[in-house]
């Protein structure tokens, strides 16, 4: 087969509009599974979410949303989750209600994210034994899938936290 590069904009090459909207991100997230329990959520207000098509960017409030990754998943270094949530928690994370809405609105999400699994480190769950887990938005090949992931794991460089630029 022959494969054609994507068109930008319109045939005159005109911008395309943004995508712009209002979200509340004081909910609640849904749970990752059934039998856990939201046991921290850092609520974030209702803020004015906008992709940029053109850039392939998304902001909150006018701020772009970046990948964060802590200097041992930089160098290809494993962490734990839980060290690695110390380290995720000082640096703007979005939380698990933001992950849900853009699960909701694809259209939302910049492209060049489908490379990788993200992390929303703003909410943590507990089940009943006691283990942590974390919201992820990932890329199946044909759209975003939501799920979870394991503080007691460990963690490489593929991972990034969706966080707010400071």
Partial sequence: PHWYPALSGSAHGAKQAPLTTEVNLDADPIPPFDGVQLVRHQKQGKVVVEYRPDEDELYINGKKVVPWL??????????????????????????????????????????????KVWYFWGSEWS????????????????????????????????????????
């Fill in 70 to 115: 802590s200097e041992e998943q930089l160098a290809g270094k494993v962490i734990t989750g839980k060290d690695l949530q110390l380290k995720a928690l000082k640096n703007n994370p979005l939380n698990a209600t933001f992950a849900d809405w853009l699960y909701e609105h694809q259209e939302y999400v910049p492209k060049r994210w489908s490379r």
């Fill in 127 to 166: 089940d009943s034994d006691g283990h942590r887990w974390v919201r992820c938005l990932g890329w199946d090949g044909a759209r975003w899938g939501r799920g979870c992931y394991w503080l007691d794991s460990d963690w490489r460089g593929n991972g990034p936290s969706a966080s707010l630029a400071s």
